[in-house]
């Protein structure tokens, strides 16, 4: 019972075997690609192991405080920073081998030529929090 | 406001209620949860005079309007009869083997505990889904799943009291998150078990929570600061949980047949009965960690056995236990750095508290170590002016 937070990148990460962009694809592979992400959390949630999944746009701002009373310094949004979060989904498993199996399933979704794309994706445990800690 | 510890405190007996006279498991857990359900709705305008017999005569209902649809209504309404007499009174066998079939070792560790604190501890499947911070649905998917996996055990198969302790013990550690006290219902839980089931474990395991929790108030600061053991105000530990649970302790030990939670629960209580940290009996806790390591062979056994040691013969003779084990252990890097911080090589304390807390899993204890390796390095520089 551990939650791991599995993570797509859009760049940061090592090339996938099948590395063809998205707008490459044609429209049915596309379709296919999305259907295959949208029954693999359904499955997740049948099986009770799913927490959240969502994905993100691919333009952000960088925000930092910039002293009292002054509006926050923003800089950006940048397309082309050198890694981008592209999305995630969390589950809560019994164990860290049965996230990597996912992470793995995951990974498998299909791309161009309806062939897995075999993209890296990053597998985080949560911290745990108000656990009864041994003494 | 309807006793909702009433009500859970009830839920098993029920269950076994509906399933004594024929229902299954998976539909008998449901009628029960809509009576619940229910109960809450109904009771606050208007009390139950047998709280009990109105939760049977409802789930009861629930449970025939829910098999009217189904292929096998007729017969089971030939078989049971629209009003049966009353059951048979719920045992505490129908109890203990709602303890055993949600416990059952075809079931995932997650899977055992949101079944045991549905069906055994009559909490809503929102509860669960709170405590352990994830949707309501998966949760509801969660247990229908266990529910299944369960559904061809017979209910009057023995089973194994030590698979029920484990996932008692988990709901236990997870301590406190959502609006059910988690620990406090594993203690309930616990308590319940031991009063229909005659075990030593089940003693041990009871005296070992009761111990840990009386302990709670003082672990944290307000703000959910970690405080070791040694600093903390022991004059906020819970004396009378304390005094339940080295009696429960005591009774068990007498009955010499000593296991793992029993020696565990000896640690805690010896903790328990120093007044200062130093009054500590760490030659005893040393004792106790090597049965725990005979019993158990648990390498976490082995590195509370190192602390233990490193008290009770000086923090070399700590480190050399140390060095006999797995680096790559849960809290070793921690243990290490403690270790050092007693012998005095406080450069490398410090460097070891901070890869302890990189490697921590737990936020709170992550934090500590922070904050351990912060004071060590800050030691030769006066306190950072803020701002």
């Not at chain 1, 592979?29 to 691919?58: C, I, N, P, W």
């Not at chain 2, 949707?135 to 247990?143: D, K, L, S």
């Not at chain 2, 029920?164 to 616990?190: K, P, Q």
């Amino acid at each position: 019972m551990a939650k791991y937070l599995l993570l797509k990148h859009y760049r940061g990460n090592p090339a996938a075997v099948n590395d063809v962009p998205m707008d490459r694809w044609t429209p049915e592979e596309v379709s296919a690609h999305l259907k295959y992400m949208d029954d693999f959390a359904k499955r997740l949630e049948s099986t009770g192991e799913f927490v959240d999944g969502q994905a993100l746009a691919q333009e952000g701002t960088w925000v930092r405080y910039d002293g009292e009373g002054r509006p926050p310094v923003t800089d950006g949004p940048f397309p082309e920073t050198k890694d981008l979060i592209a999305g995630w989904m969390v589950v809560d498993v019994d164990s860290y081998e049965r996230a990597i199996e996912l992470a793995g399933e995951l990974s498998a979704a299909p791309g161009a030529g309806g062939k897995p794309i075999h993209e890296w994706l990053e597998v985080r445990p949560f911290l745990t929090m108000n656990h009864t800690v041994s003494e | 406001m309807v006793d909702e510890v009433l009500l859970r405190r009830l839920t098993p007996g029920v269950i076994g209620v509906l399933v004594r006279r024929g229902a299954d498991f998976a539909s008998a857990e449901d009628a029960v949860q809509d009576a619940l359900v229910e109960a809450v709705r109904v009771w606050p305008d208007d009390p139950p005079r047998d709280p009990r017999g109105w939760l049977v005569t409802v789930a009861w209902r629930r449970f025939l309007d829910a098999t009217r649809s189904d292929v096998a209504r007729r017969r089971r309404e030939d078989l049971l009869g629209e009003e049966p007499p009353p059951g048979p009174a719920a045992t505490a066998d129908d109890t203990l083997q709602l303890y055993f079939l949600c416990a059952h070792p075809s079931l995932s560790p997650s899977s055992a505990v949101a079944l045991t604190l549905r069906a055994v501890g009559g909490l809503t499947t929102r509860q669960i889904a709170r405590a352990y911070l994830v949707p309501e649905a998966t949760m509801a998917q969660r247990i229908s799943r266990a529910k299944r996996t369960v559904a061809g055990v017979r209910l009057d198969q023995p089973g194994d009291v030590a698979t029920v302790l484990r996932v008692l013990y988990l709901v236990f550690n997870e301590g406190y998150s959502g609006d059910v006290d988690l620990a406090a219902e594993a203690i309930r839980l616990t308590r319940q078990l031991a009063s229909v089931v005659d075990h030593p474990e089940v003693a041990g395991l009871l005296a070992l929570m009761l111990l840990h929790h009386a302990r709670r108030a003082a672990r944290t600061t307000p703000e959910g600061r970690l405080v070791p053991l040694a600093e903390q105000d022991r004059s906020r530990w819970d004396t009378g949980a304390i005094a339940e649970g080295v009696a429960v302790l005591q009774a068990a030990l007498a009955r010499d047949r000593l296991g793992e939670f029993q020696a565990q629960a000896a640690v805690a209580a010896l903790h328990a009965d120093a007044r200062t940290a130093e009054e500590t009996d760490w030659v005893q806790v040393v004792e106790w960690y090597d049965e725990l390591v005979r019993l158990t062979g648990n390498p976490v056994a082995r590195l509370n056995r190192a602390v233990a040691v490193g008290h009770a013969d000086g923090p070399r003779a700590g480190l050399a236990a140390l060095a006999e084990l797995d680096p790559s252990l849960p809290r070793h890097t921690a243990v290490s750095a403690y270790l050092h911080e007693r012998d005095g090589d406080l450069e490398q304390a410090a460097r070891l508290y901070a890869e302890a807390a990189r490697r921590a899993s737990d936020v709170a204890e992550r934090d500590h170590l922070t904050r351990q390796a912060a004071r060590l390095n800050s030691r030769h520089r006066p306190a950072a002016e803020p701002g």
